[in-house]
């Protein structure tokens, strides 16, 4: 049974960070690319960030480039999002994905696990 399990989020004042986690397990990890997506109320489910099962590959959207870094813990079956200079923008439920097929991809429909979602509030 696979379980992704996210945590790090929080209330952050404009400007400042977080480091997002999420521990998976089920999974042979170090095949699975992974992914972050985010929630805003009101709206669809979007991409933010994607890392191969190596950590070669990533991709970012454009809203997050430069700000956010996607990587992973191989060893750990641990992926992380580092988010810099938060914006109010950036307020979401955060959620980490694992796609079954060993190809990264941004596209949410293509993500077979979910966890739960973990809350960022950032404050003006």
């Known amino acids: 049974q696979v379980q992704l399990v996210e945590s790090g989020g929080g209330l952050v004042q404009a400007g400042g960070s977080l480091r997002l986690s999420c521990a998976a397990s089920?999974?042979?990890?170090?095949?699975?690319?992974m992914g972050w997506f985010r929630q805003a109320p009101g709206k669809e489910r979007e991409f933010v960030a994607a890392?191969?099962?190596?950590?070669?590959?990533?991709y970012y959207a454009d809203s997050v480039k430069g700000r956010f870094t996607i990587s992973r813990d191989n060893t750990k079956d641990t992926v992380y999002l580092q988010m810099n200079s938060l914006n109010v923008e950036d307020t979401a439920v955060y959620y980490c994905?694992?796609?079954?097929?060993?190809?990264?991809?941004?596209?949410?429909?293509?993500?077979?696990?979910w966890g739960q979602g973990t809350q960022v509030t950032v404050a003006s």
């Open positions: 994905a694992a796609r079954a097929r060993p190809v990264t991809t941004t596209r949410r429909s293509d993500y077979d696990y």
């Open positions: 089920g999974l042979t990890f170090w095949r699975n690319p």
């Open positions: 890392i191969g099962g190596s950590g070669g590959t990533t």
